[in-house]
Each structure stands twice: as structure tokens, then as C-alpha cells.
């Protein structure tokens, strides 16, 4: 499978002021190549910080991913503290059931990173200890949370709008 970007040891680097994706230590495969095939058509950089919970290869994302994990945009730490040193000055977006603020009453940056966590454990404290920010996703009364791919594309949408991200540099017209 080829990318655009493939970073496996700790160093600086000059991203673009986008919006990005992060997942740390992903599960699911699937859910993996479904967000691999949003950030691709949304023009975003996906960040996996590893290890995966699964085998990388082009066979585990196939289904979900389509042909479109030829265009991702993915750059792959070995560990979350390399993933810290690579990430500039980019503020670090937790999403997370924990937080407090809700997602759509945030301030997002062009350049923010949302980092979603594990599909069975979420983020550690000390992930969350690095965050410049936490979000949440309000839900249901007796629901414990979405899946991590639905979490992605809510947030995502709602930070492209803010900071005029979209690939046609537009905000989409609501009613449209």
C-alpha cells in the first residue's frame, strides 16, 4: 500500500495548516479504512499512532477503504510520545465521552489535530493529560458512545465548516 507520507521514527514536522485526524492504537481495520476513506475525500491528513490493533496491510482495509487508501494521506508514528514530537505546533483535539465541552460549541483552529481513541479502551490518562483540548459528542441518556468512524466524520464536518476547510475551501450551504 503506498501513501503519501510514512513516518516511523520522531522528528519535526511542517504540516500544512489543515485539519487532521489522529488514532491511537486503532482496533478495527475496518473502522481504520472508513476514516482512512473520509480524510481522503475530505482532503485530510490521517496520523496513526501505533501500535494497531491489527495486522497493516491492504487486505484489512480493502473492504472499507475502497480504492481510495491509494490517495490517503497517512503518517505513522511508533508511539504516541514520537507522534508528540512529529506534531509541531498543532493543538492536540481529544474526543473523548470524559470531556465536557461539546464538540459543536468549540473553537476550532485550522491546523487542530482530533485524536479519537481506541474503539475498546479509548485514550489513556496520560494521553489526555497532553491534550490542549477535549471534546464530546452530546448523546442519549444510556448510550455509551458512537462508533469511532461515525465520531470522526461529525467532528471533522463540524471543524472544516468552522475553519473553511472543505477541498473547495467553501463552507457547504445548510438546507443544501
Given at each position: 500500500?503506498?501513501?503519501?507520507?510514512?513516518?516511523?521514527?520522531?522528528?519535526?514536522?511542517?504540516?500544512?495548516?489543515?485539519?487532521?485526524?489522529?488514532?491511537y492504537q486503532p482496533d478495527i481495520p475496518?473502522?481504520?479504512?472508513?476514516?482512512?476513506?473520509?480524510?481522503?475525500?475530505?482532503?485530510?491528513?490521517?496520523?496513526?499512532?501505533?501500535?494497531?490493533?491489527?495486522?497493516?496491510?491492504?487486505?484489512?482495509?480493502?473492504r472499507s477503504g475502497m480504492d481510495y487508501?491509494?490517495?490517503?494521506?497517512?503518517?505513522?508514528?511508533?508511539?504516541?510520545?514520537?507522534?508528540?514530537?512529529?506534531?509541531?505546533?498543532?493543538?492536540?483535539?481529544?474526543?473523548?465521552?470524559?470531556?465536557?465541552?461539546?464538540?459543536?460549541?468549540?473553537?476550532?483552529?485550522?491546523?487542530?489535530?482530533?485524536?479519537?481513541?481506541?474503539?475498546?479502551?479509548?485514550?489513556?490518562?496520560?494521553?489526555?493529560?497532553?491534550?490542549?483540548?477535549?471534546?464530546?459528542?452530546?448523546?442519549?441518556?444510556?448510550?455509551?458512545?458512537?462508533?469511532?468512524?461515525?465520531?470522526?466524520?461529525?467532528?471533522?464536518?463540524?471543524?472544516?465548516?468552522?475553519?473553511?476547510?472543505?477541498?473547495?475551501?467553501?463552507?457547504?450551504?445548510?438546507?443544501?
Amino acid at each position: 500500500m503506498s501513501h503519501k507520507t510514512d513516518v516511523l521514527k520522531a522528528e519535526k514536522q511542517n504540516y500544512p495548516q489543515m485539519v487532521s485526524l489522529a488514532l491511537y492504537q486503532p482496533d478495527i481495520p475496518q473502522n481504520t479504512g472508513t476514516i482512512l476513506r473520509l480524510a481522503v475525500c475530505l482532503s485530510m491528513r490521517v496520523h496513526i499512532i501505533e501500535p494497531a490493533g491489527f495486522i497493516w496491510s491492504e487486505k484489512s482495509f480493502r473492504r472499507s477503504g475502497m480504492d481510495y487508501l491509494e490517495k490517503a494521506d497517512i503518517v505513522r508514528h511508533n508511539s504516541f510520545e514520537h507522534f508528540l514530537e512529529a506534531r509541531g505546533e498543532s493543538r492536540l483535539i481529544v474526543l473523548t465521552t470524559a470531556a465536557g465541552q461539546n464538540y459543536s460549541e468549540f473553537e476550532f483552529s485550522a491546523g487542530d489535530i482530533l485524536l479519537l481513541g481506541r474503539e475498546s479502551a479509548g485514550v489513556p490518562q496520560d494521553v489526555h493529560d497532553c491534550a490542549d483540548a477535549r471534546v464530546v459528542i452530546p448523546m442519549a441518556e444510556g448510550t455509551r458512545s458512537l462508533n469511532v468512524a461515525m465520531a470522526a466524520a461529525m467532528v471533522s464536518g463540524e471543524a472544516l465548516c468552522q475553519t473553511k476547510g472543505f477541498p473547495s475551501g467553501k463552507t457547504p450551504s445548510k438546507g443544501n
